[in-house]
């Protein structure tokens, strides 16, 4: 009996603290993600689930939220939440090493997904790996999905535009 007095409170008490923690102001409008420059060369990984302070942090900072939509025959891929356009994954990346292979023209072809410096990424519902970042030898944070790196393709300019499949090149299945 009072084993789950305690669950319940501890129910209450995070269910408070999560809606305390959402009512930042943050909207799908926010400032949101950026393409990186041309030089590439990511340093170091940090895990998209971190502290809670963290996830506020990046809510006040208007982080990016990836999300998985319908891209014409690509099927259902991710895509950026704040303008829709398709995401890639470079096959020359090592999943979990915290370094982009694509640099320095390849990096002006295939921009980085990228979150403001303290932001964490969020992912839609329908998401099922796991977001994080890895951090470029120019600070920036540029966004991963499952270990990979995720990148833009210069030549999408709408949402469903799904251009940038190549040899090496392939839109992110959720």
Do not use: H
Request: some cysteine; proline content about 7%.
């Amino acid at each position: 009996m009072r084993s789950n007095a305690l669950i319940v409170g501890s129910l209450f008490i995070t269910a408070a603290l999560v809606v305390g923690c959402s009512s930042t102001g943050a909207s799908a409008s926010a400032p949101a993600a950026s393409q990186a420059p041309a030089s590439v060369a990511p340093a170091s990984v940090a895990p998209a689930s971190q502290a809670p302070a963290s996830a506020a942090a990046s809510a006040a900072s208007g982080a990016i939220t990836v999300d998985a939509k319908p891209v014409g025959a690509a099927g259902t891929v991710l895509v950026d939440g704040k303008s829709g356009l398709t995401v890639y994954t470079f096959t020359k990346d090592v999943k979990d090493s915290g370094k982009s292979n694509c640099t320095g023209g390849c990096a002006d072809t295939w921009p980085a997904l990228t979150v403001p410096a303290g932001a964490t990424p969020t992912g839609g519902a329908s998401l099922t790996g796991k977001l994080g970042t890895l951090t470029r030898d120019d600070g920036t944070l540029q966004v991963t999905y499952n270990g990979l790196p995720l990148y833009f393709f210069k030549n999408d300019k709408a949402p469903g535009d799904a251009n940038g499949i190549y040899e090496y090149w392939e839109a992110v299945k959720p």
